[in-house]
């Protein structure tokens, strides 16, 4: 069974930075995607940025240029460096897997940035 785990969530001023950070755990195909995701209350999660298993990224328009998103497949670990983070940042941080088909979410981790 795989399980994912954040952590480094908390709570920052508008221009500071958070690493969170997500550990697999599990039968984990070599192949597979990871993703970072967040759900601000009364919206629709939403995807913030991936990266696949040879280290193509994607993120949102929303984060480009303030969020970095990093794997280390041997850990089975994923982190998302987030800096310049804005009062809209604030959110529940998701960690997603995606592997032979089959979708994994961790239990999410809360980002809340003050102005």
């Known amino acids: 069974q795989v399980q994912l785990v954040e952590s480094g969530g908390g709570l920052v001023q508008a221009g500071g930075s958070l690493r969170l950070s997500c550990a697999a755990s599990?039968?984990?195909?070599?192949?597979?995607?990871m993703g970072w995701y967040r759900q601000a209350p009364g919206k629709q999660r939403e995807l913030v940025a991936s990266i696949g298993t040879g280290g193509s990224t994607n993120y949102a328009d929303s984060v480009k240029g303030r969020f970095t998103i990093s794997r280390d497949g041997a850990k089975k670990t994923m982190d998302l460096q987030m800096n310049s983070l804005k009062p809209e940042d604030t959110a529940v941080y998701y960690c997603?897997?995606?592997?032979?088909?089959?979708?994994?979410w961790g239990q999410g981790t809360q980002v809340t940035v003050s102005p």
């Open positions: 997603k897997l995606i592997t032979l088909g089959r979708v994994y």
């Open positions: 599990g039968s984990i195909f070599s192949i597979n995607t």
